[in-house]
Nanobody
Framework: QVQLVESGGGLVQAGGSLRLSCAASRSTLTPVTMGWYRQAPGKQRELVAW???????NYADSVKGRFTISRDNAKNTVYLQMNSLQPEDTAVYYC?????????WGQGTLVTVSS
């Protein structure tokens, strides 16, 4: 069973930066897509960014120009560089890896942006 291990969350002041990492282990397959979702208190989980195996990316409008997703296929790892963070970016961030017929999720990492 695929296991996703996230790291990099924490507390940062508005305008600051954080980098999240997510490594997929226990899998010999390369995920078709890897992405990041987030869930703020009292809100539904939303898609933040995703990247397909070829490297093409897509972003939610709210993070375009501030966040950058990248992946290392050899390491089955996805990264999310978050710049110009704002208090509204505060949420638990979840990593997702999509395989044919299955999805894997990380345990979540908390990002808190203070004003």
């Amino acid at each position: 069973q695929v296991q996703l291990v996230e790291s990099g969350g924490g507390l940062v002041q508005a305008g600051g930066s954080l980098r999240l990492s997510c490594a997929a282990s226990r899998s010999t397959l390369t995920p078709v897509t890897m992405g990041w979702y987030r869930q703020a208190p009292g809100k539904q989980r939303e898609l933040v960014a995703w990247i397909i195996r070829s490297g093409s990316t897509n972003y939610a409008d709210s993070v375009k120009g501030r966040f950058t997703i990248s992946r290392d296929n050899a390491k089955n790892t996805v990264y999310l560089q978050m710049n110009s963070l704002q208090p509204e970016d505060t949420a638990v961030y979840y990593c997702n890896a999509h395989y044919p017929g299955a999805d894997a999720w990380g345990q979540g990492t908390l990002v808190t942006v203070s004003s």
